[in-house]
Structures are given as structure tokens and as C-alpha cells.
């Protein structure tokens, strides 16, 4: 019969309670006639301290070992409780330190902290805070950790490209390339490149500098090229990486844009003696065509040049087997060109070369799948078959496993006599099949590849 009461769903208590001690509570409800039976029990502690003395601190920022970027950082923490009459003493060193003197720490009469003086870059510093009433201090909150952002093997600090990046178009003429550093930047200058995007970077001592987080460059960019660049910081003894490379397109306004090659490239190698070429442009074109340019030499020597495209996309035909090289550039209404777009470059092995070795006037008057020449062979053959009814065939090569490893043809023959020449520069040596199909027909033999 010992109890207090409400009228409402809530009770404040009206005396504080003791810090650190651990309370529980029930409640029951009653119509003034009967009694409902007890809630079940809850339990809660207040907030402790040193005996009935000042509250200790929790850290709230940073902890968990974050990095922080800001240099130098402030630290903050919290009580929950009334904090009136309070003031605090701060430890920080590096985590790899011991701390200090009991009595060694700095002050302040807030939440927080900042730090006076920057850290270093790349190192774990670790914090703690206790509270005080100028007579009685609490214990120190729990230790709480940082990493100040890193930098190269403890030199300048990696710049971040901010813009432009991901290749916008430009309209200012000449733009101004921007960065950030993320991390305190005194003592630091910069090294930045900027290149057509086609082209290879410069030697590595080649740059512009600036003193500050900008660049303008000095002179006036090609309209419709696209362009790429990077920065490093130095403090004039190290120098930081590269930054990532960032890309933008200058306006085409009326100059044709540079086309930028899309596909085949980097010696891919194509199943077909007729690939499609493709490209495409880094920014919205004035009205222009396009003259591709394609050579089985690097240097593109004697090579066939095809005016007058409109479309984006060219398909070659009859390719014999080897490596190709192709370029492709714009050209506007009055005749101007751009600049040719970066190489690009592909592989005719599996259907190339198909000859048709037929005597005039003279057809096959049956099918036949001829034995390869040289066999064993590296890494080229020859593979001839005769086709007596037109139609459309297919003459594939398979593993000792019955897997298929490449299409040598298949497509719409005349009658005739044919001849692959086949290169097997990216199979390994062994024995192999090959089949043709196709007209209700099938004829399959071996061949041994030998490297």
C-alpha cells in the first residue's frame, strides 16, 4: 500500500536520483474499487560519476578510427546530463604514444574542441576528455580514435580532380581546371598536364604550375577536342601522385567535333572478315561526315580512305587475315577536317581469307570437306571444301572435347570451290576438328596444330 500516483500515463519523479545507481519500477492501474495486478518490472541506471562528483564525458566525434580530412579537426563529446558549473580537460596524442601526465591536458569551458595546431597527415591520434567543477574531476571518458587522411609515403597530399570531370562540354574558351586536397594544403604547390585525350602524356617533368587550387589555361583550346588532365601537389622537395585523370570536350560550335574510335580496339580479334567499325563523338555535333582511314601497318601506310560516311559506324568487307589499323575523323560542310581520332585496331583470323578457287564455268557436282594443308600445321593452314548447291553454310572448328573454339564460316556460299586460310595464333597445340554444315551436308576431319 505504498505507492505514488497519476492521473496520466506518465510520472516525473520528483527527487533527483543518485548517479551511478541502478533503479526499477512498476505500475498498476486501478478503477478506485479494484486493482489491477503489477506491470512487469523495468530496470534503469542513472548516469555515473566520480563519487557524486562531475559527470564523465562520452566522446562523440570522431570515434571508431574515421579519417577526418579537416586539419586540424575538433573534437566533440556530450554528457546527458545538466552540465552547468562544468568545465573540461582534453588529452590527444598519437595512438602509438603513451599519454601524458595526469596533469597535462588542455581545457575548454564547451562541448568541444579544436585542435590548435595541424597533425599530421596519415597518422592515428587517439583522444579523451574529462569533466571538472574546479574542485572534483570524473574519471576520463573511453579512448576514442582518428586517422588524419594520408598522403604519399608522408609527403604532399594527392589532389582531387573537382572540374571539369566526367568529360562535360566546355563553352568557356579557355576553361579553368579546379581541384581540391581534402587535407590542409600549406606549404604546397601544384603540377598540372592537359592533353588532347587521343595523345600520350608528356614526359613527366613537362608541366604548369600553380600556386593555388585553380588553372587557367593560357591560351584557347580546339573546339570540339577532347581533352584530358591531371595535377600533383609538391612542396618543393616531394611531389604527391597523380591525380586521377579527368576528361572534358570543348564545344563543337561550327568546328567538326574529334571523333574518339569506339570498337574494334586494342587488337581484339573479330570472327569476321567483315567487321563494323564504330565511333562516337564526346559532345552534341555540328553537321559533318566522316572519312575513315584503315591500313594493316601502324604507321597506316597505303591506307584505303573512305569519304562521305554519315553514320557513326562503317562495315568493312572481304578482310584478309592479319592485324588492322583504322583511324576516323570529321569533316564539316566547308570542307574542314578535325583531328583524326586515336588509332584503334583489331585482329581478321577466324573467316578470313576465304578464296574462291572456282574455274570459270566450272561447278563442283558434289559436296567435298578437303584435308588441311600443311598438317600438321603452326600456326596457319589452309582448309579447302567444295560446295555443289548454293546456300548457307558453316565450317567450324572444335576441341578434342567436342567444344567449339572458333567459326571459320558460316553464311551464304554459291556453288564453288573455296579456301580458307586460317591462322590458330591463340590456340594451343593439339588436335582439332573441323566441320562443315550446312544444306542438309556435314563433313568433318582432323587437323593437328603443332607449336
Known amino acids: ?38 506491470s512487469t518490472t523495468a530496470y534503469f541506471t542513472m548516469v555515473g560519476n566520480t563519487a557524486g562528483g562531475p559527470v564523465i564525458p562520452t ?29 573540461y580537460e582534453i588529452q590527444y596524442v598519437v595512438a602509438s604514444d603513451s599519454w601524458p601526465a ?59 580532380a573537382s572540374w571539369p570531370v566526367g568529360n562535360p562540354t566546355i563553352y568557356t574558351n579557355p576553361p579553368t581546371l579546379n581541384w581540391y586536397l581534402g587535407a590542409d594544403g600549406t ?25 593555388s587550387l585553380s588553372y587557367v589555361i593560357p591560351a584557347g ?19 604527391s601522385n597523380w591525380s586521377t585523370t579527368a576528361y572534358f570536350t570543348m564545344v563543337g560550335n561550327v568546328v567538326p567535333v574529334q571523333p574518339i ?13 567483315s567487321p563494323e567499325l564504330y565511333w562516337y563523338l564526346p559532345t552534341a555535333p555540328s553537321e559533318q561526315k566522316y572519312q575513315l582511314s584503315y591500313s594493316n601497318t601502324s604507321d597506316m601506310t597505303d591506307a584505303v580512305v573512305i569519304s562521305g560516311i554519315n553514320a557513326m559506324s562503317y562495315k568493312l568487307n572481304d578482310l584478309d587475315g592479319g592485324t588492322y589499323y583504322w583511324a576516323v575523323k570529321s569533316q564539316n560542310s566547308d570542307g574542314i577536317f578535325s583531328l583524326e581520332s586515336k588509332q584503334g585496331s583489331f585482329v581478321v583470323e577466324s573467316t578470313t581469307d576465304i578464296k574462291d578457287n572456282t ?34 553454310y558453316s565450317l567450324k572448328l572444335f576441341n578434342v572435347l567436342g567444344q567449339e573454339v572458333a567459326v571459320l564460316a558460316n553464311k551464304y556460299f ?38
Request: charged share 10%; glycine share 8%.
Open 187 to 211: 606549404g604546397l604547390s601544384y603540377e598540372i598536364q592537359y592533353v588532347v585525350a587521343s595523345d600520350s602524356w608528356p614526359a613527366d617533368n613537362v608541366f604548369v604550375t600553380s600556386s
Open 359 to 392: 574455274t570459270k564455268n566450272v561447278i563442283p557436282d558434289k559436296f567435298n570437306l578437303h584435308q588441311n594443308f600443311p598438317n600438321p600445321f603452326n600456326p596457319t593452314t589452309k582448309i579447302g571444301f567444295d560446295i555443289a548447291r548454293e546456300g548457307n
Open 221 to 239: 583550346l580546339t573546339a570540339g577536342v577532347q581533352y584530358c588532365w591531371r595535377v600533383r601537389s609538391t612542396n618543393g622537395v616531394q611531389k
Open 414 to 451: 554459291s556453288p564453288g570451290t573455296y579456301v580458307i586460310n586460317f591462322n590458330a595464333q591463340n590456340l594451343i597445340s593439339g588436335i582439332y576438328f573441323y566441320q562443315l554444315t550446312g544444306e542438309n551436308v556435314s563433313f568433318i576431319k582432323k587437323m593437328i596444330l603443332a607449336k
Open 1 to 38: 500500500n505504498v505507492f505514488v500516483t497519476s492521473s496520466s500515463l506518465s510520472y516525473v519523479i520528483p527527487a533527483g536520483l543518485t548517479a551511478g545507481v541502478q533503479y526499477c519500477w512498476r505500475v498498476r492501474s486501478t478503477n478506485g474499487t479494484q486493482k489491477s495486478n503489477w
Open 261 to 273: 574510335a569506339g570498337s574494334p580496339l586494342n587488337s581484339v580479334v573479330v570472327n569476321s572478315d
Open 59 to 87: 566522446a562523440s566525434w570522431p570515434v571508431g578510427n574515421p579519417t577526418i580530412y579537416t586539419n586540424p579537426p575538433t573534437l566533440n563529446w556530450y554528457l546527458g546530463v545538466d552540465a552547468t558549473g562544468l568545465s
Open 102 to 160: 595526469d596533469n597535462v591536458f588542455v581545457t575548454s569551458s564547451s562541448l568541444s574542441y579544436e585542435i590548435p595546431a595541424g597533425l599530421t597527415a596519415g597518422v592515428q591520434y587517439c583522444w579523451r576528455v574529462r569533466s571538472t567543477n574546479g574542485t572534483q574531476k570524473s574519471n576520463w571518458s573511453t579512448t576514442a580514435y582518428f586517422t588524419m587522411v594520408g598522403n604519399t609515403a608522408g609527403g604532399p597530399v594527392i589532389p582531387t
